[in-house]
């Protein structure tokens, strides 16, 4: 059995360099069913079940026109990752890959995203399907799926010239 924070056979970690203040803010806390890393989904799904984005003050206004959208990408802060393996056994059999080739929680910036349904919008709380965290993750920022996006007008010639 896979135990939470434990370094697997083939895995590697290094002492990170003390970090760089990026001046990130959380915006807010995410609330799912999911107490333990061992029981969160290892991705989220659309027919999951109905999770809980509360944003706190002052961003509540930023949900203006939010309830427009189908599906939102949310960003969030994995707080409970670990941020020194750069080799990863994620099948546990000695075998390792890069932290880079993965999608691991543990990472040195460990920031999760999902593209999660929204199914409806309570005043400063969106009710979303889809996540993939645990209960009390704190929430980073919430954009519109790109996938919902085309380009505003096709490119004209000169627009990738340097100069």
């Known amino acids: 059995m896979v135990r ?17 203040d990026a001046g990130l803010v959380f915006i807010g806390v995410i609330h ?3 107490t333990s890393r061992l029981m969160t989904p290892r991705m989220g799904r659309a027919d ?8 706190h003050e002052p961003w509540r206004e930023a949900l203006s026109g939010v309830e427009q959208f189908e599906r939102l990408e949310v960003l969030y802060w994995l707080h409970l990752s670990r ?11 000695g075998s390792t890959r890069g932290t880079f ?5 543990a990472r040195p910036n460990p920031i999760g ?6 199914v409806g919008v309570q005043g400063p709380t969106l ?13 980073l920022d919430i954009k519109p799926d790109r996938t919902l996006f085309r ?13």
């Open 101 to 105: 080739a993965l999608r691991s929680p």
């Open 127 to 139: 009710l979303v399907r889809g996540m993939d965290c645990l209960d009390g993750t704190p929430l």
């Open 48 to 55: 999951g079940p109905l999770c809980r984005i509360e944003v």
């Open 151 to 163: 380009p505003i007008a096709p490119p004209q010639p000169g627009d990738f010239e340097t100069g």
């Open 32 to 34: 799912t069913p999911w």
């Open 4 to 20: 939470e924070n434990e370094i697997r056979r083939g895995e590697i970690a290094v002492a990170a360099p003390p970090p760089d």
């Open 113 to 118: 995203t999902t593209i999660a349904t929204l």
């Open 83 to 93: 941020r020194d393996l750069v080799r990863q056994s994620p099948a546990d059999d």
